[in-house]
């Protein structure tokens, strides 16, 4: 089988600095190859410079890349724009900007297959709607990007990439932005597309399970190099690059359990019935018309010096939640109560919050002494240089960085200076909202050992909020399972991700790829979570529920515990 | 001698003076020193600061104002001239002394007209002062090089002293609005859509009209006539800044409801760090970029507001030497055959290098206190 795409020693230079550094892989028709990397590794980059879409300040140094027998780099540019779209096309990460929002979904498809002339206009945009599996495609090609979950738009932003018939599909990070029941869909319909199309797909992603799932082939990629092109069975049972042996290692799957420390350790945080309902205002008077039940008669418990996960897809509440409890957010109902005392009458000393995103969390117009101190000095703790130079230790950071500016840190970096700062006034319980899912896997790691370690040492308690079900393994004691502002299973980790009742819990765990590849069968849940405002009746979960009965379309199914901590809400169960 | 102050000058002193005094203090603070130290790095900004700098010692020169003592005649207790000088008057007396009849071309030897001289004939008589004039005369003969040297006082002015009165509304009126939130936002929101709506140019006439009022039913209060001519540029200063901050403040208040959502706002909430805190420790700061911007951008602007306000007549007072009153004065001269151009290209000129320099003295400040591209 001779190859569809050929990439020889492929360099590109930024400035001085080589970013992609002598490439070369090869790629046939129908076959998956997947390029591995963290971010900044080159792997992005390695894609636009096969479209020949590098931005400005990226060049092409050296380097031979063949597609379908034309030498792609010698050609005019106005060859290579029949190439893009009609040869090779492209998925990008984020579905919501990368369509245009004033244009209709089905505009925006025939405009690629005008170009590209496969077929004509509407009636062939309908039809790849309908390819890509997206309900009702008539109504939904005069739609506007707006009018579409991010699923959907995904689907949508594949229709307009299969317009031109492509026989290379580049899909860079195609399901990073998306939730795990809806990369679970978009994965097995590209999958699905490719088999029927015969298409090459140039996977890259920095997720091991989805390459370990989609691809034939894997190429690991490691400071603009590929280190290491391996078949997809042999590399996941046995990686040989020390850096892919590195990347393996810290998966959270291969992280040790924490050691549990027992149940009796005693309640500290007791939250009852906590709701935030944000109301929706209409029309010149503003009247609230409706409201956003983000989070619906939330309850729970956190033990002293262990860790609560709140597990969810984006849009289930499970920020607001966090939020609502520090009281950052006022909720509608509810009490939220430390050690028996209203939080709301406390001072905010005793709880305290690590956030999502490192870059946004820290003030860049301070110095990290001066964000650590500013929490220590509104609360009357002592801020000198030698407390804050501890604190730095402890997250194992240097005590001189306190004078310097948070641009100056990576990501992980960022985000233990954070977590000094949340430190830095002896909370008893932190909530960490998503503190790793803006990170790679390896430095990951380090964060979720940190916290561990920080645990151990302070007698911390943490409530982890998370989406990434596979974390909450190795770092929480007790998990909770939020649907659509409530909370649908709940109990120790064991009774949960081992023993898992709940329909929408189980879709849950299966739809994460794993590094072990396929597993055999799949509950693949259908569609899209609905939302808050105009919640189902009955149990929310019912419309995606495989086993949904006559009355769980009528009644949303209250409290039945089963053994031990293990409580769920579902019908099959009361 | 008698040293005369006008209510600009104090002000312009008082500017320096807390100029100096911020200077003084950020001397001490370390990372403030190395800032400015960054600013001063490039040859581009070392000669933006010497431009402005010279500007700067200009109007402050222009700003030490005197009344000359007329000869003293026996018995009587000394009297002082009615006219009001400045220093830079006084440094540039040739200059101002050696006025031509009319019009004249940079350098010229002869007039710009043709005249019948005594003997009929008609040609174009010499100069009194041949070569001397660098960038011309006016209409009246006056050299255009004093006129352009005397307007940088006027144009400093206005664009500082505006810019100081709109300033604090604006960044304040925006922060809270943005901020706050609710009702707050409603007001001040209504306050600057209400005060936008009404025509600026209506808005400033009226102003400058009642003021000329007032001080034309009040000679007693201004003893002469530069006194009077400085109470309606300060007027007109106030009236420019209350019309002008709207926009900026608009500005303000959308980008701080931005960084309002922003996680380390949200984590300073979380410490309970009070509202004030957090708009000065953590809004404001990454608020600076576009003030600065905005800054700059309105300083040429108001510069040129001052030439539109001069044409329709509701200006600085006509006695005063401004940008303005010379861009006025050059419609008129861009209309005569053959044209006269000199004293237009020589405003343009000095505004053109005074902008100039302080939009990049403000690139280069910008730069270096941005904590992301030092």
Known sequence: MSALLEVRDLAVAIGNRAVVDGVSFDLAAGETFALLGESGCGKSLTALALMRLLPM??????????????????????????????????????????????????????EVLNLHGARSGAGGAVELLEAVGIPDPERRAGEFPFQLSGGMKQRAMIAMALAGEPKLLIADEPTTALDVTIQAQVLDLLKDLQRRRGMALLLITHDLGVAARMADRVGVMHAGQLV????????????????????????????PRPPDIGGAAGELLAVEDLAVHFPIRRGLLRRTVGHVRAVDGVSLKVSRGRTLAIVGESGCGKTTAGKAILQLITPTAGRVRLDGRDLVALAPRDVQMVFQDPFGSLNPRLRVGDIIAEGMRALGVPADAGAIGDLLAQVGLEAGMASRYPHEFSGGQRQRIAIARALAVNPRLVICDEPTSALDVSVQAQIIALLRDLQARRGLAYLFITHNISVV?????????????????????????????????????????????????????????????????????????????????????????????????????? | ?????????????????????????????????????????????????????????IGLVDSLHYRR??????????????????ALDALLMPLKTNTEKTYSEPLAT?????????????????????????????????????????????????????????????????????????????????????????PGVLLIAAAVLMMQVVIDTHPDWFATAAERADARLLALCAILGITSWTGLCRLLRGETLKLRE???????????????????????????HIVLIALVMDFSGLVLAEAVLSYVGIGVDPNTISFGTMINAARLELAREPMVWWSLAAAFTFMFVLVLAANLFADAVRDAFDPRAA
């Open chain 1, 473 to 574: 393994d190795y770092l929480a004691h007790d998990v909770a399972v939020m649907y659509l502002g409530r909370i649908v299973e709940q109990g120790s980790v064991d009774e949960v991700l081992r023993g898992a009742r709940h329909p929408y819990t189980q879709a849950l765990l299966a739809a994460v790829p794993r590094i072990d590849g396929s597993s055999g069968e799949r509950l693949l849940v259908p569609g899209d979570p609905p939302s808050p405002a105009r919640p189902p009746p009955g149990c929310h979960f019912h419309p995606r529920c495989p086993k949904a009965m006559e009355r769980c379309r009528a009644v949303y199914p209250g409290v039945s515990t089963l053994a031990g901590t293990h409580r769920l809400r579902c019908h099959l169960y009361s």
């Open chain 2, 69 to 86: 003592q007329l000869p003293p005649e026996p018995g009587k207790p000394p009297a002082y001239a009615v006219e009001v000088l400045s």
């Open chain 2, 1 to 57: 001698m008698k040293p005369v102050i006008l209510w600009s000058d104090a002000l312009f002193f008082l500017l320096i003076a807390v100029m100096i005094a911020g200077a003084w203090w950020g001397r001490r603070q370390a990372h403030l020193r190395a800032g400015w130290a960054r600013v001063f790095a490039t040859r581009r900004s070392k000669i933006a600061v010497a431009v402005l700098a010279v500007f700067l010692a």
């Open chain 2, 262 to 288: 922003m996680e380390y706002v949200q984590a300073a909430r979380a410490f309970g760090v009070g509202p004030l805190a957090i708009m000065l420790r953590h809004i404001l700061p990454n608020l600076m």
């Open chain 1, 228 to 255: 290491e092109v391996s078949d997809t069975k042999k590399f996941f049972r046995g990686p040989a690059h020390p850096y892919s042996q590195r990347l393996f290692a810290s998966l959270p799957e291969n992280l």
């Open chain 2, 110 to 198: 002869h007039l710009f007209a043709k005249e019948t001289l005594e003997d009929g004939e008609r040609a174009f008589p010499p100069l009194k002062y041949p070569g001397s004039h660098l960038f011309g005369t006016d209409k009246v003969g006056q050299d255009v090089l004093y006129l352009t040297l005397k307007s940088i006082r006027t144009g400093l002015l206005i664009g500082t002293l505006t810019t100081l009165i709109m300033l604090p509304a604006a960044v304040l009126l925006g922060i809270v609005a943005g901020y706050v939130g609710g009702w707050v936002d409603d007001v001040i929101q209504y306050l600057y859509t209400t005060l936008n709506s009404i």
């Open chain 1, 57 to 110: 300040v990226a060049k092409i140094t050296h380097g031979h890349v063949d597609f379908d027998g034309q030498a792609l780099f010698s050609l005019p540019e106005s060859r290579m724009r029949m190439l893009r779209g009609g040869g090779m096309a492209t998925i990008f990460q984020e579905p919501a900007t990368s369509l245009n929002p004033v244009m209709t979904i089905g505009d925006q498809i025939g």
